[in-house]
């Protein structure tokens, strides 16, 4: 299945990262249990945690008593019954707007839920074969495995918890968590392939592994008590969302305590059931009601996307980022880089060189490698050796060759340029000026050059062709317009860097950088005041993902790096950061728009209670929508405020339409949309609410 | 045994706060109510007074809450 790379999606529907989407079978209860969900939420010391909604609460239970006795809190001059009634009415409405609040939470948290339950389908209580310190087998239950443990996995059984292969190589099933149904290999000592994940399935061999995580802390735990909101705390946006919400609503609480008086002053006396209606349309409920919801669709946004986040903080930050860091292979470009051509100097030919590269890659497993033994063998080289004879020498950071040393002590080594330059000089051996321009032939074209020698005889340049992923300068370019910086970092040299950096349109590069430097860049740019994200998979990665404002590990990464990350991709396609800003500034987009658009409500709610309640003081005039009497203006104002939090749930669920634009631009785009839209709208449903209800 | 009585209430009377807020709320009212049944002549009845008194103090302490919202939001 082919990912359309050219247009940012912050919901992708119909590709590979939509698999862990809401099971259908748990949707199908959803909106039960959402609306059981609902009326759970009226207990005071759940709805105490929401104070626009819980005052709207109070105030419904005020209503109600006056219903039940219209002269409760003072004898009022209009007929009982009549007043029974539009009491009756108001409770009703607010009853309704505290339960629709709630609904829209119930439902976020609902498809929260409903994830957790697909991810606890993969966690089960298994039998696991515990390593006991004098060498012999005890059998347990997964759940008594502390940290520290080592227990044995054999063919068809499922790894009891997280822990670090030691021994034994093995191929795994992680399907249950990523959805991958190819196997990985696990095997002991390299960085990444070592960490496995409880609930997934060996499925060939055996491997001996170091339990890392108590019962109830492994990955999948964190995950399910994640995508449930067990360990939800507010964002520093919502807190601050928070704060202005309840200083409006305590400046309307104290308004309308108080207006008792002066409306007994002008002669027009109110009675306790509409200064109750007037607070509630005054309060912000619409965003008081659906903020929540915001962010825990945030939270199960991310989650659909096949990404785990360690809370609401690190999505939120995700849309504040300004630097994103990204590396080149696998990132920026196809992480396969294969050779192209081999580039012969010192009077070789061509086929000189590729039985020289063909020897030299032998032992290289990488796909590199690979595809250097590939291209040798279509120009017709063959070995001219045992291979059980020759001896292969891996890769290191260190001394960035590897090759092959062969039965007669000859060496064949092939690696970063300077490296090759040093190995054959220390052998006696010259350098050509040629080899300096087949380098710079490779580099100019963005490829990777790898010198091959044997001894001190350098044969030539392989170009190792690097190919940038298709509509990724794209999507730089839509980042660069949200104001968002990209830096690639990459071994390569200079050149090639430069050539890559300019093809895929990232705005810096940093060359020859090795992982330390990663932290150095983070800290250089937060130093500017900017937030950073990143992505890594190594341990050496670890102290930069946990510097970044959002790191993002790769799930078959290190242990080390998904602890010290904030997100956890499980697909493990870097690539993802890039979505994930999308999704980071949808959920502050969608948050300011409805925030814009609740204020914004005020206005009319204002001109539709105000004018008809004092008109006997001479501000009738002021009711510029015509509406029948203070009852139906009340009432029409009310059902509005009731019905535009469910109307507004799927915009709150599903984020505001996402337009890679700058902050200037979407300001002014909000304040048209949902800011004008927030003043006009209303006044028009009201107007049609007060035609249509059947009072004078 | 009464000292053994006394000694429960008021372990209970510690543990459930919210009876004895609400219980405190009552008894200030009767001062509250007394006040504004005073000041107001016959405009109200008794019960209506002590109603008042309770939606009275029930504003105070909601916004008393919404202060708490303020500076502490990170606990709601």
Redesign the interface.
């Known amino acids: 299945m082919k990912i359309n790379l050219s247009n940012i999606k912050p919901v992708p529907r119909n590709n590979r990262y939509a698999r862990r989407d809401t099971p259908t079978a748990a949707l199908e209860g959803l909106y039960q249990r959402a609306i059981r969900d609902a009326f759970r939420k009226l207990d005071p010391r759940i709805a105490?945690?929401?104070?626009v909604m819980?005052?709207v609460w109070?105030g419904t239970i005020?209503t109600f008593?006056v219903t039940l006795d219209p002269?409760?809190?003072?004898?009022v001059q209009a007929d009982p019954n009549q007043q029974r009634l539009l009491n009756g009415a108001i409770t009703i409405i607010l009853f309704l707007t505290v339960i629709f609040a709630n609904f829209a939470e119930a439902v976020a948290e609902g498809r929260g839920k409903a994830q957790a339950d697909s991810l606890r389908s993969s966690r089960s209580d298994t039998i696991a074969y515990k390593l006991l310190p004098d060498g012999a087998i005890s059998q347990v239950n997964s759940t008594e495995l502390r940290k520290g443990d080592r227990v044995i996995v054999k063919i068809g059984e499922l790894i009891p918890a997280d822990g670090e292969v030691v021994i034994g190589v093995a191929s795994v099933d992680e399907s249950a968590i990523t959805g991958e149904s190819a196997p990985v290999l696990k095997q002991p000592g390299t960085d990444i392939a070592s960490s496995v994940t409880g609930g997934t399935k060996v499925v060939s061999d055996e491997l001996t592994i170091l339990i890392t995580a108590d019962p109830g802390q492994g990955f999948i735990d964190r995950m399910i008590a994640l995508v449930e909101g067990a360990k939800r705390?507010?964002t520093p946006n919502e807190?601050a969302l928070?704060?202005f919400l309840?200083?409006l609503?305590?400046v309307f609480?104290?308004v309308v305590?108080t207006l008792s008086p002066l409306a007994n002053y002008v002669n027009t006396p109110v009675t306790?059931a509409i200064l109750v209606s007037l607070l509630v349309a005054l309060i912000p409920t619409t965003i008081g009601g659906l903020l929540s919801a915001i962010g825990i669709a945030g939270m199960n946004r991310v989650a659909q996307f096949n990404v785990i986040a360690t809370s609401g903080r690190a999505v939120e930050a995700c849309g504040d980022v300004n630097t994103l860091i990204l590396d080149k292979t696998g990132t920026i470009t196809l992480g396969n880089r294969l050779a192209d051509e081999f580039i012969p100097v010192n009077g070789h030919s061509v086929e000189e060189m590729a039985a020289v590269a063909l020897a030299g890659s032998l032992f290289d497993e990488t796909p590199e490698g690979k595809s250097i033994v590939q291209l040798a063998e279509k120009l017709g080289a063959k070995i001219d050796f045992s291979r059980t004879q020759a001896t292969g020498v891996e890769f290191s950071a260190r001394t960035r060759m590897s090759g092959t040393d062969l039965p007669n002590s000859i060496e064949i080594r092939k690696g970063a340029i300077d490296a090759i330059r040093g190995f054959v000089r220390s052998r006696g051996g010259t350098i050509p000026s040629k080899f300096d321009d087949a380098y710079e032939q490779v580099s100019k074209l963005g490829g990777t050059p790898l010198g091959v020698c044997k001894d001190g005889d350098l044969y030539g340049v392989i170009y190792l062709k690097d190919i940038v992923k298709p509509g990724l300068k794209e999507r730089f370019d839509q980042l660069r317009r949200m104001g968002v910086k990209t830096i690639m970092l990459t071994g390569d040299n200079r050149i090639t860097a430069s050539v890559i950096a300019q093809e895929a349109g990232v705005d810096d590069f940093i060359a020859e950088a090795t992982p330390e430097d990663k932290i150095d860049v983070i800290k250089r740019e937060q130093s500017q005041g900017k937030l950073v994200a990143m992505t890594g998979d190594g341990t050496n990665d670890a102290p930069a993902l946990a510097q970044a404002n959002v790191g993002v590990a790769m799930n078959s990464g290190t242990q080390a790096a998904k602890e010290a990350a904030n997100m956890v991709d499980l697909d493990s396609d870097p690539t993802k950061l890039i979505d994930l800003v999308a999704i980071g500034k949808q959920l502050l987009i969608t948050r300011g728009a409805l925030t814009t658009f609740s204020i914004a409500n005020d206005i009319a709610k204002y001109f539709a209670i105000i004018p008809t309640i004092f008109a006997a003081a001479g501000i009738g005039t002021l009711n510029v929508m015509g509406l029948k009497s203070p009852q139906s203006a009340i009432l029409a104002a009310l059902i509005y405020n009731a019905l535009i939090i469910p109307a507004l749930i799927p915009l709150a669920l599903n984020g505001v339409k996402f337009r890679p634009l700058t902050a200037d631009q979407l300001l002014q785009r909000n304040i048209l949309i949902y800011g004008l839209g927030g003043v006009i709208a209303p006044f028009i449903a009201i107007k049609i609410i007060d035609v249509l209800l059947p009072i004078a | 045994m009464i000292s053994e009585n006394l000694v429960t209430i008021w372990q209970v009377w510690c543990r459930r706060k919210y009876p004895t807020y609400l219980f405190l709320a009552l008894c200030l009212n009767l001062v509250f109510a007394s006040t504004v049944f005073a000041a107001t002549g016959d405009?109200?009845s008794r019960?209506?007074v002590y109603?008042?008194g309770v939606?009275g103090i029930?504003?105070v302490c909601?916004?008393i809450?919404?202060?708490v919202?303020?500076f502490q939001?990170?606990r709601?």
């Open positions: 105490v945690g929401n104070p819980f005052l109070v005020v008593l002269n409760l809190f003072g004898t705390s507010k807190i928070t704060v309840a200083v609503t305590q609480l104290i305590a306790i | 405009a109200f019960s209506q109603a008042l939606l029930g504003t909601l916004s809450y919404l202060f919202v303020m939001p990170e709601f």
